[in-house]
């Protein structure tokens, strides 16, 4: 049994000890990563509907200040949110989804509209789909193109656009 004593001199510890404490923690749960995620998941699937209604719970308590949170990170990550967007629409379509940066596209194009060949601003920049999605085309780096939005839009789905014949024939 502790005592008030013993209380006082471990909280005591604990405030002047804080950073080895976590780099003691930090060097434990690298050494031990794969057993406590193996535990983690043996937890959650033995109590899977206990955990989706703790989720579900916590989602509608907190719904207004998970959805500032939300819309401040898509503010500050743009490109993310149009990456999970991509891939969101590849899954529902059916399609092969590769990851790809904005910015290695844009390296690879040079920073020029695939549909007319003029400089891209980066205000004004978009992903096109060579073969569009809805036509069974991948979302992966060898069938996107950079292009203005603007002559992204005008091609629409359209995969007989005569600037898709361009990376179709390298």
Do not use: W
């Amino acid at each position: 049994m502790t005592t008030a004593s013993d209380r006082a001199y471990q909280k005591a510890y604990r405030e002047t000890h804080q950073e080895h404490r976590k780099a003691y923690g930090r060097a434990y749960y690298r050494a031990h990563q794969e057993a406590l995620k193996a535990n983690t998941r043996a937890y959650y699937e033995a109590h899977l509907e206990e955990c989706k209604a703790y989720h579900l719970a916590y989602r509608k308590a907190h719904r207004q200040e998970l959805s500032i949170k939300n819309r401040a990170y898509n503010k500050a990550h743009p490109e993310k949110k149009k990456a999970r967007k991509h891939k969101r629409r590849a899954l529902e379509q059916g399609v092969m989804h590769q990851p790809y940066k904005v910015g290695d596209i844009v390296d690879r194009d040079r920073g020029v509209c695939c549909l007319c060949g003029k400089r891209v601003a980066k205000a004004d920049r978009s992903i096109d789909h060579i073969l569009p999605l809805s036509m069974g085309g991948a979302d992966a780096p060898h069938n996107v193109q950079l292009a203005h939005q603007r002559c992204n839009k005008a091609k629409s789905n359209s995969a007989r656009f005569p600037a898709n014949l361009r990376l179709a024939l390298d």
